[in-house]
């Protein structure tokens, strides 16, 4: 406790938090809002369109917003450790900050997962659907979801925290299960149409023969 009340209480945190300066605390808590914005948007972006949605769209393009999404990881990752000397002990004492933190770290794994695995999908390179990937884009929005809910509860007093984060931890849960098994079953069907296109195009090609 000693360390957290030292930065809590020395003179950047105590400026930060005191100052009228638009340089203090506004600026920090706008970065982070506009570091949220990018990552969250740009990854919530590119996991509907591996998911299907806008589907004209060639996903392969898109992998070169990545890099302004891990800008905004890094905006929001800095803002959020000068906003969090601010109150250390209080984030330290409730769970839901955790859950937060989890689900941050979550969504980070399987964008990482997404930008290793489904933009090297000879697939996508091509220009086609995605053969894999819906799982990852799934658990994202939902990683995502609950970070963003247990965040903004974590304002409130610890008895809605509570209640919140772990209604909002159950529900993201069965929305990832729920979204993983969908798109796992959009992405059996997509394959077998595709066999089936194949199968038909050889069958073809032999009658001609």
Not at 1 to 17: H, P, Y
Request: glycine residues 10%.
């Amino acid at each position: 406790m000693g360390i957290l009340e030292s930065l809590q209480n020395s003179g950047f945190a105590t400026w930060v938090r005191e100052s009228p300066s638009l340089l203090a605390y506004q600026l920090y808590i706008t970065l982070h809002a506009i570091g949220l914005g990018m990552v969250v948007g740009i990854s919530a972006g590119i996991c509907f369109r591996i998911l299907g949605v806008a589907a004209a769209l060639p996903l392969a393009p898109m992998e070169k917003y990545l890099r302004f999404m891990w800008i905004g990881f890094w905006v929001n990752a800095v803002s959020g450790v000068v906003l969090f000397i601010l109150e250390p002990i209080k984030f330290l004492t409730i769970p839901i900050f955790y859950i937060k933190l989890g689900a941050i770290a979550l969504a980070i794994v399987m964008m990482l997962k997404i930008s290793n695995q489904v933009f090297r999908d000879p697939a996508v390179q091509a220009g086609r659907p995605p053969t894999k990937g819906k799982g990852f884009a799934a658990v994202t929005l939902a990683a995502w979801a609950v970070a963003i809910f247990t965040g903004r509860v974590s304002a409130y007093d610890a008895y809605i925290q509570v209640e919140t984060g772990i209604a909002v931890l159950v529900v993201g849960i069965v929305v990832a299960i729920v979204g993983a098994i969908v798109a796992r079953r959009v992405s059996l069907a997509a394959d077998a149409r595709e066999a089936g296109s194949a199968r038909a195009a050889a069958g073809a090609r032999r009658s001609h023969a």
